[in-house]
């Protein structure tokens, strides 16, 4: 299997910890416990985070602790997910995507919508 070498396994991982890490800042737990559940899955296989690539439930594999942390995580992401929708931290950071408007708050117009 050639899309399995080490570095595109490399470039698997840091795509999830980058995701992870972007989603936490920005505070979406939601997509972020989505995000940690596609790492789990993927390192249960040996995908990320492994040497080898197959099913790591060997006693022999210390690779399966990968998949149990990522499930860890998930859990503790909904339930701040949870805590978030019922509005006991903070929502999730919302940032204007439109060109026009932060070009008026360098310019100093500040307009409202």
Same mark, same amino acid.
């Given at each position: 299997?050639?899309?399995?070498?080490? $570095?595109?396994?490399?470039?698997?991982?840091?795509?999830?910890?980058?995701?992870?890490?972007?989603?936490? =800042?920005?505070?979406?737990?939601?997509?972020?416990?989505?995000?940690?559940?596609?790492?789990?899955?993927?390192?249960?296989?040996?995908?990320?985070?492994?040497?080898?690539?197959?099913?790591?439930?060997?006693?022999?594999?210390?690779?399966?602790?990968?998949?149990?942390?990522?499930?860890?995580?998930? =859990?503790?992401?909904?339930?701040?997910?949870?805590?978030?929708?019922?509005?006991?931290?903070?929502? $999730?950071?919302?940032?204007?995507?439109?060109?026009?408007?932060?070009?008026?708050?360098?310019?100093?117009?500040?307009?409202?919508?």
């Amino acid at each position: 299997m050639v899309w399995l070498t080490l $570095p595109v396994v490399h470039c698997y991982k840091a795509l999830f910890n980058t995701d992870i890490l972007m989603y936490i =800042i920005d505070r979406k737990f939601l997509s972020d416990t989505v995000w940690s559940v596609l790492a789990g899955f993927f390192s249960l296989f040996g995908l990320i985070n492994a040497s080898n690539v197959g099913i790591l439930l060997n006693t022999k594999d210390d690779d399966w602790r990968f998949c149990v942390v990522y499930t860890m995580l998930a =859990i503790l992401l909904l339930l701040l997910g949870i805590v978030q929708r019922k509005q006991w931290i903070k929502g $999730p950071e919302t940032e204007s995507d439109d060109l026009s408007s932060v070009l008026n708050r360098l310019n100093g117009n500040e307009s409202k919508h």
